[in-house]
T-cell receptor, first 112, second 110 residues
Framework: IAGITQAPTSQILAAGRRMTLRCTQD?????MYWYRQDLGLGLRLIHY???????GKGEVPDGYSVSRANTDDFPLTLASAVPSQTSVYFC???????????FGPGTRLLVL | GIQVEQSPPDLILQEGANSTLRCNFS?????LQWFHQNPWGQLINLFY?????KQNGRLSATTVATERYSLLYISSSQTTDSGVYFC????????????WGAGTKLIIKP
């Protein structure tokens, strides 16, 4: 079934640890995005990628890094997790920039 | 930066009722999208609507870009319509980034 998968579904992480959230899409979309959603708020863009090999910073990039080695995968890394990074993380993709975005199921992350 | 405001913040309705959700934005936009987040957290795109009117079953949306607002209409509400409805806009100078409103939480009672 075509779509976006994210892993893990949820994670409890000690502060200071490194963590990579995985995102894979099989729709051959060029653009991919990482958002965080905090309780009671809309989504905020962390990083994006317009095409394989390129990435860009969103609204809230500090403390996060991404890579886009190929079309399908767009991992998000927290180099040294802090409690303020506790959130639900959504990966999304669109055929091209500025087009309809499709979302993965999310990863719930708790940093203690 | 651009401000995106959604109203009302919360809405409770009986099954079968109609509703109108509003999204105001403070500057020109390249596009606007409406999303539904169900009670289990899944986000589904409803409309890609930079201007004009679109309909999909019981849902329809209208964006008046010159007046900087969009409306989402839900007719004959069902309990499965419950969840949070988000409006997200791409500002004119954004390099394709979406800025999201805080959402309208809709509860449909049976």
């Amino acid at each position: 079934i075509a779509g976006i998968t994210q892993a893990p579904t949820s994670q409890i992480l000690a502060a200071g640890r490194r963590m990579t959230l995985r995102c894979t899409q099989d729709m051959r979309h060029n653009a991919m995005y990482w958002y965080r959603q905090d309780l009671g708020l809309g989504l905020r863009l962390i990083h994006y990628s317009n095409t394989a090999g390129t990435t860009g910073k969103g609204e809230v990039p500090d403390g996060y890094s991404v890579s886009r080695a190929n079309t399908d995968d767009f991992p998000l890394t927290l180099a040294s997790a802090v409690p303020s990074q506790t959130s639900v993380y959504f990966c999304a993709s669109s055929q091209d920039n500025g087009e309809t975005q499709y979302f993965g199921p999310g990863t719930r992350l708790l940093v203690l | 930066g651009i401000q995106v405001e959604q109203s009302p913040p919360d809405l409770i309705l009986q099954e079968g009722a109609n509703s109108t959700l509003r999204c105001n934005f403070s500057d020109s936009v390249n596009n606007l999208q409406w999303f539904h987040q169900n009670p289990w957290g899944q986000l589904i795109n409803l409309f890609y609507i930079p201007s004009g009117t679109k309909q999909n079953g019981r849902l329809s949306a209208t964006t008046v870009a010159t007046e900087r607002y969009s409306l989402l209409y839900i007719s004959s509400s069902q309990t499965t319509d419950s969840g949070v409805y988000f409006c997200a806009v791409e500002p004119g100078d954004s390099n394709y980034q979406l800025i999201w409103g805080a959402g309208t939480k809709l509860i449909i009672k049976p």
